[in-house]
């Protein structure tokens, strides 16, 4: 079990930005911006893109560490691949969800299972074979749309059946 603590780095860019800048541009013209721009403050780092890789490297090194023949179980707070992001009704806001740096992670480090949150999009998806959880419980406005929390708590291990 690897608890991550990685950060976003602007790098779930919406379709048509090519930088951080423009992507923040694009968000603000459009009203779409996350709290964390107002409220985070980066210290000791210059910025959260800056902290957001030393925790990536740090991650990487200390996953590195770990035995190649078994398999891990990564939980992070933001999800490791863009993939999850595509279904966000704003677009716009998936630069604040996770970081490209990461994208193969689950295949580097042997993943059994990656478990997230923050798109308060309760589901499973798979990535090359991959188990992706996305457990938040979200916000009690947005139960009622399936009437109250759902699947509270999710199995991880043992991998429950498939229902394909």
Not at 47 to 67: G, Q
Not at 94 to 122: K, M
Not at 136 to 149: K, Q, V
Request: charged share 25%; aromatic share 12%.
């Amino acid at each position: 079990m690897a608890p991550l603590f990685l950060l976003y780095d602007y790098t779930f860019r919406p379709a048509g930005t090519g930088s951080k800048q423009e992507a923040l541009a694009l968000a603000h013209r459009t009203g779409v911006v996350c709290a964390d721009e107002y409220l985070l403050v980066p210290d000791p780092y210059p910025s959260v893109d800056a902290w957001s890789r030393a925790r990536v490297e740090h991650t990487r090194e200390r996953l590195a560490e770990c035995d190649p023949q078994l398999p891990t179980v990564l939980v992070n707070h933001f999800p490791l691949v863009r993939d999850p992001t595509y279904v966000l009704r704003y677009p716009e806001f998936a630069q604040w969800c996770g970081t490209e740096n990461t994208a193969d992670w689950h295949r580097r480090f042997r993943a059994a299972a990656v478990v997230y949150g923050h798109l308060h999009i309760p589901r499973t998806t798979w990535y090359d074979g991959v188990r992706f959880e996305e457990v938040s419980i979200g916000y009690p406005r947005e139960w009622r749309r399936w009437n109250g929390p759902r699947s509270i708590p999710r199995q991880i291990l043992p991998e429950p059946d498939r229902h394909d």
